[in-house]
């Protein structure tokens, strides 16, 4: 029998299989299938060994359909291996963009997809690699405009 892999190396390999298997990740619904890239359920195959853990990410190679859609030689993985190993697969959206007083910088609301599976629903990045121009009007208004305002309703000199 052979000996089982350390997880680091379980890992490595499994983030390999993304690579050449990214069509065929799934997430785990509340109804117990998969969600596929292209919108399309599946469920683990019964004779893996996964079908009774249920992991929330999974990578098969293979789907296939016997009279219902089965994912065979699952592996688990993880939401973020994805979008490092196929960052030209992802798409992002930026959203409400705020000024972050305690750091001084502009941030916004990030959310990653993968076709129809969401990899990251709420993540802060940086603004202004996104949009400069829109960073840049956000800090204006927030950091120098509403920063007097505050002063002024304090009571204190505005230089």
């Known amino acids: 029998m052979p000996r089982p892999l350390p997880p680091q190396r379980e890992s490595e390999i499994h983030r390999a299989v993304i690579a ?6 799934g997430r785990r619904q509340d109804d117990g299938t998969y969600a596929g890239v292209t ?9 893996s060994v996964l079908a009774r853990r249920s992991p929330t990410w999974i990578v098969a190679s293979e789907v296939v359909d016997i009279g219902r859609r089965s994912a ?9 291996w994805v979008e490092r190993v196929a960052p ?3 798409k992002r ?7 972050l007083p ?20 709420r993540r802060r990045v940086p603004y202004e690699p996104i949009d400069p121009e829109g960073a840049r009007q956000v800090f204006i208004h927030a950091a120098l405009v509403e920063e007097q305002r505050r002063e002024s309703d304090r009571g ?4």
């Open 20 to 25: 050449g298997f990214v069509s065929q990740i």
């Open 39 to 47: 919108g399309a359920a599946f469920v683990i195959h019964r004779d």
């Open 72 to 80: 065979r030689m699952v592996a688990r993985i993880q939401a973020d």
């Open 88 to 90: 030209h697969m992802v």
């Open 93 to 99: 959206q930026a959203s409400e963009p705020h000024y």
């Open 102 to 121: 305690e750091s001084g910088h502009v941030a916004a609301w990030e959310k990653v997809v993968l076709g129809a599976l969401v990899l990251t629903a």
């Open 156 to 159: 204190e000199t505005v230089k």
